[in-house]
């Protein structure tokens, strides 16, 4: 739902803060007083272009910002933030924000974080849908009438399983492409994947072997300096005449007459012992070291040839030894499967063959399933029709099957038109034909009523849904806004007390003059400013109020 609406500098607005209740909420007020400034303000936040005449006279910038509770919003939209970079919604809340300024720069945010406009009205599409004079209206597109109609008759499942068949129709007919190519260019693939899955192959590379060869090869490459600095090392310890162990021997003489003489110096004895142990075992290490020390020019050739080899590799094939041998992998499936070449496209075209008469039998087969359930629809439809004043109005959800798989989509092979005819003898015209919003609007409140439960936009804007309806219908128009305010919220713009009555919330928007400057605000009625302004809209005076609480008694839980 949309928890929080806030206009700063649009038309008669300075700074408007609109805190929304859930269910049916009605939007009243005078002629002129700026009730179509809401839905200027949501037409922004849905991407919609800016009209810069409608900044606020003497200001530079616009801003509109809207709150979504989302958190059992039905669309993907976790992955649909993450995909593009934006920031997650925290606790369960959504953010839009749309600037524009006097010199038609347009800035956008979702969550604080940048994004297009795009991105705004594709998002819009899940969050609103505005009934009236506008165009942002999910059901005049037939893509979503199709998956509306579908769940209407719980067909989804069927549905998912044909775009599955579809999904791998696509891969075998990618797979087959990449197999047929002109016999040079055929040849020229061959010989080059060959050659590269040999190159490596005879390479003979294993993981970690780089790292390896880097240490050997910097020992091979200094060996004699090894050898020299260990052998030094060894004639410092041992083998010349002013040698740290022949020093320390004579250190430890000393130490023992020491002792002899004060047996409290006993402890330097043992500290000298343990000294001498520890450069003998340095001493025999260290000979081992030098023992192992090798010249050997020839073998440093051979690490270096191996190192430029896995780098001529690498600058090839990958950034390391492990990317070359994944490299390798797959130019060897790659050429399996072109050496295989007939019998595998003999292989693809028998699934795609198999497949294409799945995808015609399932086709087939949903199109019936949707057929036998538009019927019912259709008459359900009508019913509601006829209560808000379309009394011999004729609706069809028309299905057109294309029995060619070739042109089928992820919805099947099916194209669906919801189709109106307001009056009789008149064919019936796609909604998107209907010239008047108001007579649009009531087809669109009549569709959300049947389609309440699968329609899964969860806030619906209605404006000039009242417009030449008086009456019976009226009452007809509230009652329906508040069936589905049951599962949506609805905010309905109006002139008509019996649709205002019907709802749980009633906002007032009022024009009046501060500073010298004329602007608007919105407040929300108490149950004594409700009847007031109900009476206003029936014309005033004590009659108008006692109908007005005559309205509200026939709503006792909405008007308490």
């Known amino acids: 739902m949309l928890s929080t609406l806030r206009i700063k500098n649009l038309a008669l607005v300075a700074d408007l803060t609109l805190e929304l209740q859930p269910g049916f909420c009605a939007i009243t007020g005078e002629t002129g007083t700026g009730k179509s400034v809401i839905l200027g303000a949501l037409n922004l936040v849905l991407g919609r272009r800016a009209d810069r005449g409608a900044l606020r006279s003497g200001a530079d910038s616009c801003t509109v910002e809207a709150v979504f509770d989302v958190a059992s919003l039905r669309a993907p939209l976790h992955r649909f933030l ?12 959504l953010v839009l924000k749309r600037t524009f300024t006097a010199t038609g720069t347009n800035r956008q945010f979702v969550n604080g974080s ?3 406009l795009a991105t705004l009205e594709e998002m819009g599409g899940w969050l609103i849908d505005l009934h009236g004079p506008h165009d942002h209206q999910s059901l005049l597109q037939p893509r979503l009438q199709l998956s509306l109609v579908d769940a209407y008759g719980g067909l989804e499942s ?5 775009a599955l068949r579809l999904r791998r129709r696509a891969e075998l007919e990618q797979a087959k492409a ?4 002109d016999e040079r260019t055929y040849a020229q693939q061959l010989d080059l994947l060959r050659h590269q899955v040999r190159e490596i192959s005879e390479a003979r590379l294993r993981a970690g072997e780089e790292i390896e060869l880097e240490s050997e090869h910097a020992r091979a490459a200094n060996a004699a300096r090894l050898l020299e600095l260990s052998q030094g090392a060894l004639a410092a310890l041992g083998e010349s005449d002013e040698a740290t162990l022949t020093s320390l021997g004579s250190v430890g003489r000393s130490l023992q ?7 409290g110096a006993q402890s330097l004895v ?11 075992d340095l001493q025999a290490e260290l000979s081992r070291y030098a023992d192992r020390v090798e010249v050997d020019p020839h073998r440093l050739t051979e690490l270096e040839e191996r190192l430029d080899l896995i780098q001529s590799l690498r600058r090839k094939y990958g950034g390391s030894v492990e990317d070359v041998l994944a490299f390798g992998a797959e130019a060897r499936e790659k050429l399996e499967s072109l050496e295989g070449r007939d019998a595998e496209l003999e292989r693809l075209n028998q699934e795609l063959h198999a497949l294409e008469a799945e995808l015609r039998q399932a086709g087939q087969a949903l199109s019936e399933r949707r057929r036998s359930i538009l019927g019912t629809l259709n008459r359900a439809a009508e019913r509601e029709l006829s209560s808000l004043g379309f009394r011999q109005s004729r609706f069809e959800a028309s299905l057109t099957h294309d029995a060619d798989p070739a042109n089928a989509t992820e919805t099947g092979m099916d194209r669906m038109e919801f189709q109106f005819a307001p009056n009789p003898g008149e064919p019936a015209r796609p909604l998107r034909a209907i010239a008047s919003s108001g007579e649009l609007a ?9 389609l309440a439960d699968q329609d899964a936009v969860p806030v619906l804007v209605f404006d000039e849904v009242d417009a030449n309806v008086g009456g019976e219908t009226a009452h007809a128009v509230g009652q329906k806004m508040a069936t589905i305010a049951s599962r949506h919220q609805v905010l309905c713009i109006t002139h008509l007390a019996p649709v205002a009555a019907a709802a749980a919330t009633h906002y007032q928007v009022i024009k009046e003059v501060r500073d010298g400057r004329t602007e608007s605000r919105i407040q929300t009625l108490a149950p004594a400013e409700r009847i007031a302004e109900l009476g206003r809209m029936l014309g005033g005076g004590p009659a108008a109020e006692r109908h007005a609480r005559d309205l509200l008694a026939r709503l006792p839980e909405q008007g308490s």
């Open 257 to 263: 007459e020491l002792a002899r003489i004060d047996t």
């Open 270 to 280: 043992d500290l000298q012992t343990q000294a001498a142990g520890l450069l003998r």
């Open 82 to 93: 993450e995909e593009r970079g934006l920031e997650p919604c925290e606790s369960g809340q």
């Open 178 to 181: 990449a197999l047929i190519v």
């Open 158 to 162: 069927e549905r998912d399983a044909f």
């Open 114 to 116: 940048p994004t297009t």
């Open 442 to 450: 009531r087809v669109m409140l009549a569709l959300k009523t049947v």
